[in-house]
């Protein structure tokens, strides 16, 4: 078949030059409706079992939600059995309305009530399609004859619910396929349920918008809301909600527009779940608030739960770049991410705003951890690799180091593909930079300052047999050095070294980078040590080790000397 575009027609927006939305920003969370044990479990190739259900329920109560569609019980008998079952065993809390679906039609009504028999607060939710393509293609029925279908099903909801006076009642109405209705004549709907449910007199009342199928930009959809605020009688009096659909990928942006264009209420399932392509999702809108400085109202701190009884539940897998719940979402392999990542952290109090590059939020309020948003693979730089040795292992690198560092892990992770964990990370780092042989070991040092600098002496390899070198300088390195030029019949330069302290309760206090150019070889090496000095001398000892032939021991005999060599 061919790929031909012309089939299809485009979505024709409504003229709206008044509109007021793009000026409006979201102060506070809508209501929010969770639609997961119905929509939601009405998409899955395997219907939730009864015991699924009731675990995602008290999911849904635990987060905050207070308004939860928890099936068509009047359509499906395992719906009505769970229903029956969370008001038999008195699992709803006294401040969550339970709400259920049912078509306008009587009988339907009837057993829907059925099932709602000794609740404490439900929304019965009634529908019908109003589209142009349902009227003219599935029922055949002009407007007059499916506007008298929505009436007739308001009746019916009024007239029952009266038999059940111990009950909250609030009715909701849904104009299914909204989107796709001429909006004078869901304006006209819409007035004439609330003709008979009369929300101006105190019933509580939601008219319900629903993008049943995703049509059209959700500009467009915010101008369908905003219209039909401005325009339906008793609006002070009744909530306008909005069921938003995923087709063309844009279900939060149009129920948060939809918000701003006047929505009270948001519909809506735990990582977007439903029908085809989805529902609008809960999780994202309500974070997307998080992240403004709007509280939520619903509480997403146990989102590692939250992904884990969805999973369990729905047995859909959660996407690793799902936002906000996706195992990678806060995770950076590259390098210059990597690096502004580290540098914010590193700047940041606990007491501050938060303002870090590349992460919207703090992934601590989602109760994820840090070690989570660095790791590194062979596109990471040597900020990444520098974060990762100073959050596990304390190791603060030089910039000259952390390049040349990051050369070895990258190496590493292009020779073994995928990513290169923290253990090698530090196994890499130990092993190039820390190792230290036996014959190079600092055993003591002695330093004694003069009107000409430093004399230092130093006793290095194992300890039955060490070696000692004595040298002078304007420094303890330049000293050292100079014992090991003499020693070695080397040219020894010193291009770069720093030492750092390490935090209290670490064996190593310190820890020294050092760089040297020994007869036009470079080398580095670092060193953990008690004391700045220390750590200092035997990274000089270990990088020129990596150049010098043999061992002090066997240049100190070499040269005819057995315990010390003078300069």
Known sequence: MAFDHRKYIPFKPMAKTDRRWPDQVIEK?????????RDGNQALVKPMTVAQKQRLFDLLVKVGFKEIEIGFPAASQPD???CRKLIEENRIPDDVHIQVLTQARPELIERTYKALEGAKKAIVHVYNSTSTVQREQVFGMDREGVKEIAVNGARVVKSIAERYPDTEWTFQYSPESFTGTEMDYAAEVIDAVNDVWRPDQGQPVVINLPATVEMATPNVFADQIEWICDRVRYREHIAISVHTHNDRGCAVAAAELAVMAGADRVEGTLMGNGERTGNMDLVTMAMNLYSQGVDPTVNLSGIAEITDVVEA???????????YAGELVFTAFSGSHQDAIRKCLSKRKDDDLWNVAYLPIDPRDLGRKYEEVVRINSQSGKGGVAYILERDYNISLPRWLQIEFSKVVQREAET????????????LFETRYLKVRKAWELRSYDLHRDDNGVNATVS????????????HGLGAVEAVSAALESLFDVSIAVEAYDEFALSEGTKANA??????TANGEHCSAAALAEDTTSATLQALFSAVSQVVPTDPSGAVQKAGETEQVGV
């Open 29 to 37: 969370a809508p209501r929010w409706c969770a639609v997961d044990l």
């Open 80 to 82: 009505f059995d769970f």
């Open 313 to 323: 539940c729905t047995e859909i897998s959660t996407h690793p770049r799902h936002p």
């Open 416 to 427: 073994n593909g995928g990513e290169i964990d923290s253990l090698t990370i530090h196994r």
């Open 460 to 471: 290095i390899g194992p300890e039955a047999s060490p070696t000692t070198l004595s040298g």
């Open 511 to 516: 820890l020294a980078c050092i760089r040297v």
